[in-house]
């Protein structure tokens, strides 16, 4: 897909407008709309505006170190998310004292280089839950390109940091037993999501990959 056109530089820049930019309002409302379909979480929904001087390599792209960072930064979103939850429990959790949260493992596939100008989108899906982890696939999309540019994928553990040891949330009962349920409704509700958007878009019609 050809980039979107804009008739000077400083329109293609303009996500950096306050308020994101007119023109680029309906590539970001196109793109959110398709990430909710696949079973993305709105509410930890993040963007991030390329800055030429900070985010490209010396070939012009966004450097390799880049979408981990913009991904990390998602998933603290993704975090914040749980104070519904959590009650008076969420500020342990963000500062490691007790039952907090540690990133186990996580992968990136580059798909597409993206340069100065652009906008990323970036959006978290929760796709398994166990008592003391959950798998997260964290997907940036490129307004411009209108398609996914990178993805990662790894497990977050709950972990008591107390007891120096994963924290079975089932077990430890309360507001952490609340936060288990809500995750396991969410990755239903992600994961049914996800095959709808599948089946209605065979792997043949998605953007290709590097």
């Known amino acids: 897909m050809a980039p979107a056109k804009f008739k000077t530089q400083l329109e293609a820049s303009s996500y950096h407008a306050p308020g994101g930019g007119e023109l680029y309002k309906p590539l970001r409302e196109k793109i959110v709309r398709q990430a909710l379909e696949q079973g993305y979480h709105e509410a930890s929904m993040m963007e991030h505006g390329v800055v030429w001087a900070d985010d490209q390599d010396p070939w012009g792209h966004i450097m390799n170190a880049g979408f981990p960072h913009y991904a990390s930064a998602c998933n603290f979103r993704l975090f914040e998310s749980f104070e519904e ?14 039952i907090g949260v540690i990133v186990k493992t ?39 390109q209108q398609a996914p540019v990178a993805e990662s994928n ?18 430890a009962g309360g507001v952490y037993a609340n936060l288990h349920a809500a995750l396991c409704e969410q990755s239903k509700a992600t994961n049914q999501k996800r095959a709808a958007w599948e089946q209605a878009h065979p792997k043949k019609s998605r953007a290709a990959k590097l």
């Open 106 to 144: 996580t992968t990136l596939d580059i798909k597409r280089p993206v340069s100065y100008p652009d906008s990323i989108i970036v959006a978290n899906r929760i796709e398994q839950v166990k008592p003391d982890r959950y798998h997260v696939t964290t997907t940036m999309w490129s307004l411009r």
């Open 154 to 171: 790894g497990w977050v553990v709950f972990f008591d940091y107390s007891k120096g040891k994963p924290a079975n949330l089932i077990e």
């Open 85 to 98: 939850h959590l009650k008076d429990k969420f500020q342990d959790l963000m500062k490691a004292r007790g």
